[in-house]
């Protein structure tokens, strides 16, 4: 079953077996996403666990599969933040992990994720940016999620995008699979 | 703006997305300017990086079916628990405390700490904070293999019941 059809048929029949297939079919992602945000495994294994009993008890909330996902991740961003604001003990909200615990380790799963390009290429944007090109490019958000999911305007969300790629376009030409396209042609 | 070129239309260009209008400007364009050409040779180049190092997180992130299934358990644990009205925290919170009582009298209080400490770090929770009902059952393991090397194997079993949910 594609993934549409199993949101479909969760937010439709709220069966414990539909949520499971939803788990089955999406928990990846919204772990992927904690992990290159900075959490270790256990953390991202542990608030991909909160989030998915939000989406249990809340998703009858939501009317409109196609914002699902721009929900999802909102959901899974503030479960972040809120952590962040746990680690800090600090009262205000933190749009990036703590200076001195994580920022050395964007991606931290021991033996894993040690050498993966996308945590060099985020090492050269900003906060707001990084979330907006992972779930741009690694989750494939639309415009229109990406608006749902950070809670600003498309307009923002595509300029945002484009400063995020003109600021990589400056590192992007040390790509190892751009050399290897360079060397093919 | 740039040479009339708009950020968001290079944006939607680059996207491939941008209205066939848009498309026919910019391509008119770029025939004739160098600068803009190469502009849009880099954004390109950025976008493939982005697109190539995407698929490679994508790859590197996809966990076993058995921490799937661990989750996909814990998950219900946690709804199960929130249903009965009952917060996780504060269930594992007065279990904690309960085994201090348990361990104090017979090691002392700050060794009783820093046996809970020490079971905690050596079980998959790594950190007593992390210990949950998810991650409970190897917690206690360790603890009661900790309490056989303090006190003994009668201590530890006294140790293991009073820890069970």
Redesign the interface.
């Known amino acids: 079953m594609e993934e549409k059809q199993v949101i479909e048929d969760f937010l439709t029949n709220r069966t414990d077996q539909a949520f499971c297939a939803l788990f089955e079919a999406i928990c990846v992602r919204v772990r992927r996403y904690f992990l290159l945000r900075g959490l270790d495994s256990a953390t991202a294994d542990d608030m991909t666990q909160n989030v998915f009993v939000k989406v249990f008890r809340d998703a009858g909330d939501l009317r409109e599969t196609d914002r699902f996902y721009g929900w999802l991740f909102a959901v899974a961003r503030n479960e972040m933040i809120s952590y962040w604001r746990r680690e800090s003990g600090l009262g205000k909200v933190q749009l990036e992990p703590l200076v001195h615990q994580h920022s050395e380790t964007l991606a931290t799963e021991p033996g894993v994720l040690e050498d993966i390009r996308i945590k060099e290429l985020l090492k050269a944007l900003d906060p707001a940016e990084r979330d907006l090109v992972l779930l741009r490019f690694v989750e494939g958000l639309s415009y229109e999620e990406l608006a749902v999911a950070l809670k600003l305007p498309v307009g923002t969300i595509k300029w945002r995008i484009f400063n995020a790629r003109k600021k990589l376009s400056r590192i992007a030409a040390a790509s190892p699979a751009d050399r290897a396209r360079e060397h093919i042609n | 703006m740039k040479h009339g070129i708009s ?2 239309d ?3 260009y ?1 996207d491939r997305c941008a209205p066939q209008q848009v498309c026919d400007r910019i391509e008119a364009h770029l025939i004739g300017c160098l600068d803009c050409w190469e502009f849009y040779e ?2 390109s ?10 698929e ?3 790859q ?4 076993e079916d058995r ?2 299934h ?3 358990s ?3 644990s ?2 199960r628990t ?1 249903e009965a009205g009952v917060p996780l925290h504060s269930q594992v919170k007065g279990r904690l405390s309960r085994l201090e009582t348990v361990l104090a009298p017979f090691c002392g209080p700050k060794a009783a700490v820093n046996a809970l400490h020490a079971a905690a770090r050596s079980s ?3 950190s007593l904070e ?1 210990v ?1 009902l ?1 991650n409970w059952g190897p917690f206690l393991e360790e603890l009661t293999a900790i309490a056989a090397a303090m006190c003994g194997e009668t201590f530890a079993g006294l140790v293991r019941e009073s820890g069970q949910f």
């Open positions: 950020e968001l290079w944006n939607d680059v880099q954004m180049r950025a976008n493939r990086a982005l697109v190539d190092a995407a490679e997180a994508r590197k992130t996809i966990p921490q799937l661990l989750m996909l814990g998950v219900f946690r709804i929130a998959p929770a790594s992390r949950t998810d």
